[in-house]
């Protein structure tokens, strides 16, 4: 543990000095920070080759999937990108139908005729990055010294800044904030719209492992997928159209059929989503105490009623199996977050560099006028808002999101609410009023399922009373739960029964006649959902704080400045916290010994299928012709030295949306894909373990097998370039 914590702070105090390749930087400056150890490590591109403006860069084949959600790149001059099967999951379950299963059967388009439209899909080009930090912190001054600055003043100076520059652009405009104000830089991104899926193998080659395997080493996913862009003749962007035509991309990657090694330099470019590395000591013991039991308790109580019901039931598998991914994933997460929170005890690690901060804020009068209250305000504000917290976390984890009928309650009391302010006497399902309301609703019923649902909601319902005092649940809660005596079951029994929102059919059916706000509300899942106020739990956590005379967020930023000047003071290089705009980590392939007298392999290969299948258990299932394929070795070009190589593991610094992100090597070619990272890397968000965090890849050759030898989709291959 002594070596730990050594290591540990040492990576605090000097990020810059990457000890294991530690920070996701911004591809527009890493040159001025981490270029050198790029090159001593095994780069041997330029910084011009990594990224330009001009798009002829490894940045001009890299985009962003569906504004961020995860990261793809371009691997042929036809505008075929490669991303993550669990990055498409969502749309491969939604394009599935009973008849045409695709993510049972997997889908693999043979021509482009046969590729299949994503409504509402988006994949973005990075085109071009602008400072405009002089000017947003004009604005902010200005706002401050006005008192206009309030909550949403950050948000304001983006939007202004936004409404600037992105009038005389083709481009769409997002600015961004880095290290908390300390830089503002303006992103113009080429938005494409027509986004048609090519190939996907099925679930039990993309996911195989399921939740098992989730967050785990040794792995064998086939995690992959293909979409094509299409523009139109122009090659620009354009809504979805049959003339459409496969864009034509400045830049692709070149395919590595040579494999990795232990050693080998690895390089990953992508969309990172949020990290919160200058989170103090004391949010991190919120959120390891607090927040993640509440989530963890929930969401697996959820797993669990939902997979009791999908394995029950196929027709409820399909329904609810992009959900049940969705829920086990963070799920998964918050658990093995925990644990490393506590073995690797970041909070400690944190609390020492803390006690180097408050040495550095005593230097000088003007560091103790700015930043001398910062931590005495932080240890008093957690402490004072820590039951408001878990109150909060049980709001949102248990009443407001679990159940989708009660979801659609929330909807139709918003709509009431509306009608009331606007004096609208009464609405039918046919009326501009209903419309917005009814079109999520429809949306969400598509993958919906009455039992389980009911069955959730019970379970969560008693989570929430069990957790919640009554004077929070509002006058309706209180009533019916005293006239069930307080019997969960029993409650959702008779919401369910007697409510328009427990199925489409009866919610359509309801609002056939026109019905008053009055009416509406005597429906018990409307009732119920408006019983229970959100401000209850939001003014909560403010008075809470309020009462300690404190602003817990104002001081998390003020916190997180005077951490960033520390650093600047000592010279250190930083990168800021990721927020879903392009980065690069750099590291090398490394194999892990995450526990005492534990060595993993830093990759692995085909023959785990075979060791891991199980017809009884969905999760790792290998069908008939996977089976046959690895027992008659036939990997034709793909293997090596007789083996077929399934995953591999680096020491890279990635996080959620880097899922699908391209694993390069040192002269940029396309050695894998980024799409898990290991249980002991699980605390990464807040801090970065300099030995036991890894990137989970896989390997391109085994894509490429897959693609030939099981699809037969050979013709895809020959689109891409293939280098040795």
């Known amino acids: 543990m002594k070596k730990i914590l050594i290591y540990a702070l040492l990576a605090l105090l000097a990020p810059a000095s990457a000890m ?8 527009n400056l890493f040159e001025s920070s981490i270029y050198p150890q790029m090159k001593k490590k095994g780069l041997k591109l330029k910084p011009g080759e990594i990224y330009n403006e001009r798009g002829t860069a490894l940045s001009g084949a890299i985009v962003a999937v569906d504004y961020g959600m995860g990261t793809g790149s371009v691997i042929s001059d036809r505008g075929l990108v490669i991303t993550n099967h669990h990055v498409a999951y969502g749309d491969i379950h939604d394009l599935s ?3 045409n299963n695709y993510l049972e059967n997997g889908f693999w388009a043979a021509t482009e005729q046969d590729e299949l439209p994503v409504k509402g899909k988006t994949v973005m080009f990075l085109r071009r990055i602008a400072d405009v930090t002089d000017e947003a912190m004009e604005m902010r001054d200005s706002m401050i010294r006005e008192g206009k600055f309030g909550v949403f003043g950050t948000r304001k100076i983006y939007g202004a800044i936004e409404k600037k520059y992105g009038k005389d652009t083709p481009y769409e405009v997002s600015c961004a904030s880095m290290w908390r104000g300390e830089k503002y830089l303006l992103f113009y991104y080429e938005v494409y719209k027509d986004v048609r899926l090519v190939g996907a193998p099925p679930e039990k080659i993309g996911a195989f492992g399921g939740n098992q395997d989730n967050w785990g080493w040794p792995q064998h996913k086939g995690d992959f997928a293909l979409y094509r862009v299409y523009g139109d003749k122009d090659g620009k962007p354009a809504p979805y159209s049959k003339d459409n035509v496969p864009i034509k991309p400045a830049k692709v990657l070149d395919i590595s059929t040579g494999g990795v090694h232990e050693g080998d330099y690895t390089m990953v470019l992508g969309f990172p989503g949020r990290t919160n590395r200058y989170m103090s000591s004391f949010a991190v013991a919120e959120k390891q105490q607090v927040v993640n039991p509440v989530v963890i308790r929930a969401r697996h109580e959820r797993m669990e009623i939902i997979k009791k019901h999908m394995e029950a039931d196929p027709k409820v598998r399909l329904l609810y199996s992009d959900k049940y991914f969705n829920l086990s994933n963070y ?8 644990i490393c929170l506590r073995r690797y005890d970041v909070a400690g690690i944190r609390e020492a560099e803390e006690t180097e901060l408050q040495r550095w804020i005593a230097e000088t009068p003007e560091r103790q006028t700015e930043y001398g209250r910062v931590l005495a305000d932080l240890k008093k504000g957690y402490a004072a808002r820590a039951e408001a917290v878990r109150r909060k976390n049980y709001f949102q984890e248990a009443w407001i999101s679990p159940s989708d009928a009660l979801m659609t309650g929330f909807r139709v009391a918003s709509m009431v609410n509306r009608m009331r302010k606007e004096k609208i006497d009464s609405v039918r399902v046919t009326d501009k009023a209903f419309a917005y309301a009814l079109n999520l609703t429809k949306k969400m019923y598509a993958a919906y399922d009455p039992a389980t649902d009911q069955e959730i909601f019970a379970a969560m319902l008693k989570l929430f009373t069990d957790n919640v005092p009554p004077q929070m649940w509002g006058d309706y809660l209180q ?3 005293t006239r069930y005596d ?4 029993a409650i959702a029994d008779y919401a369910f029964r007697n409510s328009a929102c427990a199925t489409l059919e009866k919610l359509c059916e309801y609002f056939e006649t026109p019905r008053t706000a009055d009416q509406i509300m005597q429906d018990p899942l409307v009732a119920l959902a408006a019983s229970v106020s959100t401000m209850t739990f939001s003014d909560g956590v403010r008075n809470a704080e309020e009462e300690a005379e404190t602003d817990v967020d104002k001081t998390e930023s003020l916190y997180a400045k ?11 290089p930083q990168y800021p916290d990721a927020n879903s705009t392009m980065r690069i980590t750099f590291g090398n392939v490394e194999s892990i010994s995450p526990y005492d007298a534990v060595k993993y392999d830093f990759r692995t290969t085909v023959d785990g299928y075979l060791e891991k299948n199980d017809p009884k258990d969905f999760e790792f299932r290998v069908d008939d012709k ?5 027992r008659a070795k036939d990997w034709g070009r793909w293997g090596e030295k007789g083996v077929l190589y399934t995953d591999f593991i680096t020491n890279n610094d990635i996080t959620g949306g880097n899922s699908g992100s391209p694993v390069l090597n040192g002269r940029g070619n396309l050695v894998g894909l980024a799409f898990d990272g290991n249980r002991e890397s699980m605390s990464g968000n807040i801090y970065f373990h300099p030995e036991y965090a890894r990137t989970v890849c896989v390997d391109i050759r085994f894509v490429l097998w897959i693609i030939d030898r099981y699809a037969g989709a050979s013709g895809l291959i020959e689109e891409m370039c293939l280098v040795k």
């Open 562 to 572: 005077a951490l960033y000047r520390m650093r600047e003071s000592k010279g250190l």
């Open 486 to 489: 307080g019997n969960a079951e």
């Open 331 to 338: 799920a998964d997460y918050a658990t093995w977050e925990n």
């Open 626 to 630: 996977m089976f046959s394929l690895i």
């Open 97 to 99: 139908t009973p008849e």
């Open 479 to 481: 009533q019916v739960y």
């Open 20 to 27: 294991a390749d530690e920070g996701m930087w911004l591809v």
